[in-house]
C-alpha cells in the first residue's frame, strides 16, 4: 500500500526486517488525513498512538496557567510522534499535537507497538532507536534554550526542521525559539540585510 512505502522504509533502515513481518506489524496501523489546526493529542486523555509523518507538519503545544500557547516542538515526514511520557506511562497527557496543514500520518496504536515489541525479532532495537532519537532531540532542545543565544537558536532551527520558516507561522517558531515574534522579526531583518534569506 503506497500510503505505508514512507514507514516501512524508515523501519528497513534502523532494523534487519523481512517483509513479512513488516506487513504483519502494520495490519494494525491505519492512515489518517488531518487538516490545518486539527488536534490529535489532547490534553487530559493518555495517549494511546504514535504517529509517523507521511506528509505534512505537526506541532507539540503546552497550555500554560495563563491560557498560552507554546510550542515545544515541531515534527516533518519520516519521523515519529507521539507524547511518549503518555504513552509509556498511561498518565494524562499535558500537551496537545497539531496539524500546522494538512498532514497525512500512519497512526500506530498500542496494540501494535506492543505486539511489535513482543514479536517482531528486532522490535526492542526499534522501541529503542526511535526513543534515543527523541531523548537526543529533548536533550539537544533543552541545552540550546539555556546555552544558546536567541540568534544562535534562530540561526540553527533550519537544520533541525528545513524549509520551516516557509511552512509554519512565525508566531510558533517565536514561541518554540522562546522569543518574541517582535524578536524574530529583528533577527529576520538582519539575515535579509547581511543576503542570508
Known amino acids: 500500500m503506497e500510503s505505508f512505502a514512507a514507514i516501512r522504509s524508515a523501519i528497513k533502515q534502523m532494523i ?37 509523518i507521511n506528509r505534512g507538519i505537526l506541532r507539540v503545544v503546552i497550555t500554560d496557567h495563563d ?25 494524562p497527557s ?7 496543514e494538512e498532514t497525512e500520518v500512519v497512526v500506530l496504536p498500542r496494540a501494535t507497538i506492543e505486539w511489535g515489541y513482543a514479536n517482531l525479532k528486532e522490535g526492542q532495537k ?12 529533548q536533550d539537544n532542545r533543552i541545552i540550546n534554550q539555556y546555552a544558546r543565544t536567541p540568534k544562535q537558536r534562530y540561526d540553527a532551527i533550519t537544520d533541525v526542521f528545513p524549509n520551516i520558516h516557509n511552512r509554519v507561522p512565525q508566531y510558533m517558531i517565536a514561541s518554540y525559539l522562546g522569543i518574541s515574534p517582535i524578536h524574530l522579526s529583528r533577527l529576520k531583518k538582519e539575515d535579509f540585510v547581511k543576503g542570508k534569506v
Open 126 to 137: 526499534l522501541g529503542r532507536l526511535i526513543a534515543e532519537y527523541y531523548f537526543t532531540y
Open 94 to 100: 499535558i500537551s496537545s499535537l497539531q496539524a500546522i
Open 16 to 52: 534487519s526486517i523481512a517483509d513479512a513481518e513488516l506487513q504483519l506489524l502494520l495490519q494494525g496501523a491505519s492512515v489518517r488525513t488531518c487538516k490545518p489546526q486539527e488536534v490529535l493529542n489532547k490534553p487530559d486523555r493518555v495517549a494511546n498512538d504514535v504517529y509517523f
Open 67 to 91: 491560557g498560552e500557547d507554546h510550542t515545544i516542538h515541531f515534527a516533518l515526514e519520516n519521523q515519529f510522534i507521539a507524547d511518549y511520557t503518555s504513552f509509556l506511562r498511561q498518565t
